[in-house]
């Protein structure tokens, strides 16, 4: 009888440096590549319209790179543990594959698995490695579990020996197994300006950055106008790219700006090894610091539409909506504004951005959030962003806010940064005053 294992494709959507797939290969006759469109994923509200339209893009693309080796994607829909038994019945496979995740769902969904596979005698192999360069916990600080702070994590995170990249398979020989029909490519209320799904995409987006971009990232990744940055980041999220082949790749090029990249990559799998040891921080004070947080829906509704009067913020609201994505300075921007000026929970932010990012990750999104909001991994929990001395900073001459808020392209120079100082200029008074804001976020919460 020919042998058959399961891949389990959750966030790892690539055949590039795969070791789940890779397992299954050594270790069966015949795989089946499978993805399920859970529907936990759904009831908890992760699969949002940019996502859902990155993705289509994406399991085609996998799909096709199946068939490219003869074989296929199998995708089922439904309670993500029953459709792996389902298909372990339905094919006698004695092995499930699977990437190891890092949030409270994926633990359990492992443990599930786990116990449900093994009432039919079909073992489950958890794969490290994945979905990170360096494996949570791989790296921890004397008698605790997890680091809590980056720049030591960094020094140790740096010394890690990992593995070498592994090829794509030259082969996929699959069982004749049924398979849900494709999502649907073109998703009511996706935005605009997303992004092609997929690992060509990502890794045809990869090339052109380590041979034209990388070289300046450092002095250029904070320049808003400028947009100096990767764009990898939903490639990442889906696991279309290889967390660790990127950092390979990245340091064969040397230099500040790759060595600057890395770091950046250094900050994803720290988030990842928090989430990891404290799953609650997705929704909970990773360090409380008793605020009382003011709640006020007209602020929060106006920083979701990029009204709020402060240009800077506003544009990069608007970015957001059309893109999917947001400019990582013009993320610390809009989040420092929400937390620590309107003193309005962090929750509320890293909802909207979950809602709208096509690299909507629970790890990087909600320990961000935290981060800003003091209530995070930040060793400066009451640090606060002003938008107009950060305007001024990154993009000094307006071109940031004229790309988003054409309205105001007629305000000269760096006055665009303030419209409230002009006569008759069609756009929101100022949502609060920066000093006012300010008085109110240290009343609440006192002096750094």
Known sequence: ??????????????????????????????????????????????TA?????????????????????????VTREGPVVDEVCAVVRE?????????AGVSRYALAREERLRRELGAQGCALRVHDGVITAVTPGAVTPDGRDHFAVFTPYLRQWEKVRTRSPLGAPRR??????????????????????????????????LDRWLSSGIRDYAERHDDLAGDGTSRLSPYLHFGCLSPLEVVHRARTRGGEGAEAFVRQLAWRDFHHQTLHARPSAAHADYRTQHDRWRTDEREAAAWRDGETGYPIVDAAMRQLRHEGWMHNRARLLVSSFLTKTLYLDWRIGARHFLDLLVDGDVANNQLNWQWMAGTGTDTRPNRVLNPLTQARRFDPDGAYVRRW????????????????????????????????????????????
């Open 405 to 448: 808020l054409p309205e105001l392209d007629f305000l000269p120079g760096r006055s665009i940064h303030e419209p409230w100082k002009a006569d008759g200029v069609p756009y929101p008074a100022p949502l609060v005053e920066l000093s006012d804001g300010l008085a109110r976020f240290k009343a609440a919460r006192g002096k750094d």
């Open 49 to 73: 319209p940019n996502r859902l339209a990155f993705l289509a893009e994406t399991l085609a693309d996998l799909d096709a790179s199946l068939r490219a080796r003869g074989g296929r994607l």
């Open 172 to 205: 996929v020989e699959v069982p004749d197994v049924g398979s849900a029909k494709p999502l649907p490519e073109n998703v009511p209320g996706a935005s605009a300006g997303l992004p092609s799904g997929g690992e060509r995409a990502g890794r045809e987006r």
């Open 1 to 46: 009888m020919t042998s058959v294992a399961i891949v389990l494709f959750t966030s790892d959507l690539r055949v590039h440096d795969h070791p789940p797939l890779r397992a299954a290969l050594d270790a069966a006759e015949r795989v089946v590549p499978l993805f399920v469109l859970d529907d936990g994923v759904r009831r908890a509200g992760f």
């Open 91 to 99: 094919t006698g496979a004695r092995e499930v594959h699977v990437a």
